[in-house]
């Protein structure tokens, strides 16, 4: 097993990964950047470098300098986490040459994945099923896009071949909204990636987003560690995922099942990888995408399986074969995570940033927070607006509903504006209690309850906190804390 | 004894009187709400008992009971912007001074003051006719709330101009008891 090992990223899953390496007794190396410099993810390592900057181009992109850091002070392997370099096969490949070990698959396959036609082409040769849909040359025309539409059908999805996330997708209803979006497309990807490629694909207004989680060892061994249900996302984005998912049975959760493996063995997919599917109402399953790290919602697969994903991406990375077979892989009981941001969901999930003044965690029995802030920390423009997740484990999904909704009553942030009470709005929605979501669950639904009036009890605390000196207080306001009404003095009081 | 005047969304503003003494760890006392304003707010028209017990730093945080419930809260404060998280919910209030009826009246020099009640309750006794001068400290009006009796003085010498209330009279909060003029011989 490693020594020392360098985590290659901030924030919650920087802390979640130093969790395990403690537990294994490897020594843990973080890097930061310069308003990072106190941050949770540093104070959690045994040493910590600075790489200087402030945004994240500066800082956690730089590759160069993450390789030169592990070189010096000796880590033997670096772990990317998710976003910044995780999914970066020429980052991968710099560390192999530099002699460190990349916890993940191999650049090749970092590689293929990476690009949204390489990755459906050996999907679709693998024998899983890929939605109907056409990839663009560089430099593709719009008789081209024109032509290859017909053959697809309306309405369908247009976006960037390159890059990963929701970012630059749009939805073409018909053939005339097709020149407007092909081009803009087009301009996207080129400004985005340095790559004009497009993507079309038929798109599948009402589905699920269903992902497998696999596991593959240096032994030629694959297995996968059952599924996710995140069809609650905004922008594209995923909001909240649980595991198991309400819709799938044994018999779909065998066969998606099969088809992940069977696709991360035609590949040689080594370490842990996520198999996006869409699962449309009446079953049938498309293949979406692969994405070649660790996820944000990984701690809910922990959770219903007892593993931890880290612990086993270390093992693999060292060369160790897996212990597990896939038939020590059941679920028990149900998790939920609800990505805790600094968004202001009344205003369309807008960031919001500032100092986080107050922060206090629900604590009890199945209550998980992977947090990468604590009070005082302020929330910047530089980074993701996700700063915590907030992760329950039931007997069953109803009670983690309860669950979830008893933590997200729990759990305070002032300071800056998070979407603690839309998520709890989430939870108690009917649709949500049943199951019955959809990708498109917060356009169908309108969750934006400003709530009842403050009560008495909300009155007669903000008339105490008002009142008072207030150890929170920076600034006293000019009234000061007698803002007695009357310009009169009152005479002493005495009980009758 | 202290009155708060809040305000949130584009309601109208509550006051809130809230009268407390410290216990070991917590605060007790009684609490009124008064409506300024139209609003639809559910409040008790009673005055309510009610324990804050400081879980954590003093005022801005704890474990309230008030009506037999428990709320846990926190609060933080900015200038006049008050943010209180209670039970899972933020609300955002304004404390509204009082300025506007303060400033140009209570001073020495303003040529007028009204005198409000700090607090709902019955007059007791009026101590004074109208045309009196006093001086600062002279009681004015003895009020009864909440099995208390308050003696409300001036801050400084004047002469009544008008008593706006009558013995016995169930006063709401902020209610005009009694105008002053500014005692121009003393």
Same mark, same amino acid.
């Given at each position: 097993m490693f020594r020392k090992v360098l985590i290659a990223n901030r924030g919650e899953i920087a802390v979640r990964i130093a969790l395990t390496l403690r537990e294994m007794g490897i020594i843990v190396a973080a890097v930061h950047s310069e308003p990072d410099a106190d941050a949770p993810h540093v104070v959690a390592a045994d040493e910590a470098y600075n790489l200087g900057g402030q945004t994240s181009r500066e800082s956690y992109l730089r590759g160069d300098r993450i390789i030169e850091i592990a070189r010096a002070c000796r880590a033997e392997a670096i772990h990317p986490g998710y976003g910044f370099l995780s999914e970066n096969a020429s980052f991968a490949e710099q560390c192999e040459q530099a002699g460190i070990t990349f916890i993940g698959p191999s650049p090749s396959v970092i590689r293929t994945m990476g690009d949204k036609i390489t990755a459906k082409r050996a999907m679709s040769a693998a024998g899983v099923p890929v939605i109907p849909g056409w990839s663009s040359d560089a430099g593709a025309t719009l008789d081209d896009a024109t032509r290859e539409a017909a053959r697809i059908g309306f309405p369908l999805l247009i976006k960037a071949?390159?890059?990963?996330?929701?970012?630059g997708m749009r939805v073409v209803h018909d053939a005339n909204g097709l020149a407007d979006a092909f081009g803009a497309a087009q301009r996207e990807a080129r400004a985005a990636f340095g790559d004009d490629r497009v993507f079309l694909e038929r798109y599948i207004p009402v589905a699920r987003h269903v992902e497998i989680q696999v596991i593959g060892d240096n032994h030629g061994t694959v297995l996968h560690l059952l599924e996710r249900e995140c069809s609650i996302q905004r922008r594209h984005q995923k909001l909240v995922e649980e595991a198991p998912s309400p819709a799938l049975d044994d018999d779909l959760r065998a066969r998606m099942g099969e088809a992940a493996v069977r696709g991360a063995e035609a590949i040689g997919y080594r370490n842990a990888g996520t198999f996006e599917f869409m699962v449309e109402p009446d079953g049938r399953y498309h293949f979406l995408e692969v994405n070649t790290r660790l996820q944000v919602e990984h701690p809910v697969t922990e959770l219903i399986t007892g593993l931890d994903l880290v612990r086993l991406q270390l093992e693999i990375a060292a060369g160790l074969p897996l212990q597990i077979s896939q038939d020590d892989i059941r679920p028990r009981g149900h998790a939920i995570e609800c990505r805790i941001c600094a968004e202001d969901a009344a205003s369309g999930f807008l960031p919001s940033t500032g100092p986080i003044r107050v922060l206090q965690w629900a604590s009890g029995p199945g209550i998980r927070v992977d947090s990468g802030?604590?009070?005082?920390s302020d929330v910047t423009v530089h980074y993701d607006p996700m700063i915590a997740k907030l992760i329950v484990h039931a007997p069953d999904r109803s009670s983690a509903i309860d669950r979830m909704t008893r933590a997200l009553r729990d759990t305070c942030i002032l300071g800056v504006t998070t979407n603690i009470e839309f998520l709890g709005q989430v939870m108690s929605h009917p649709a949500f209690r049943a199951g019955d979501? !959809? !990708?498109?669950f917060l356009d169908d639904h309108a969750i934006n309850d400003p709530g009842p009036q403050p009560g008495p009890a909300a009155l007669l605390a903000a008339a105490l906190a008002a009142r008072g000196t207030g150890a929170v207080q920076p600034a006293m306001s000019q009234s000061g804390p007698d803002s007695c009404n009357s310009p009169w003095t009152s005479g002493t009081w005495r009980m009758r | 004894m202290a009155s708060i005047r809040l305000q949130f969304g584009d309601s109208a503003a509550i006051d809130v009187v809230v009268d407390a003494r410290a216990d070991t760890g917590a605060s007790v006392g009684t609490a009124h709400f008064q409506t300024i304003g139209e609003h639809d707010a559910a409040l008790p028209g009673e005055s309510a008992q009610f324990i804050n017990h400081a879980q954590f730093h003093s005022n801005s945080g704890g474990l309230l009971k008030l009506n037999g419930r428990s709320h846990r809260w926190r609060a933080i404060r900015e200038d006049d912007r008050l943010d209180v998280w209670m039970d899972g919910r933020i609300h955002r209030f304004r404390i509204v001074p009082r300025t506007a009826r303060r400033s140009g009246q209570a001073g020495p020099g303003s040529a007028r003051a009204e005198l409000t009640a700090p607090m709902p309750g019955t007059i007791l006794r009026i101590a004074v006719r109208e045309g009196d001068h006093f001086d600062a400290g002279t009681p004015l009006i003895i009020m009864e709330s909440m099995k208390m009796e308050m003696t409300i003085t001036s801050p400084v010498p004047g002469k009544v101009e008008a008593i706006l209330c009558a013995e016995g009279d169930l006063v709401r909060i902020n209610q005009i008891l009694l105008r002053r003029a500014e005692s121009e011989s003393q």
């Open positions: 071949a390159a890059g990963g996330g929701g970012k802030v604590r009070e005082g979501v !959809t !990708t498109r | -």
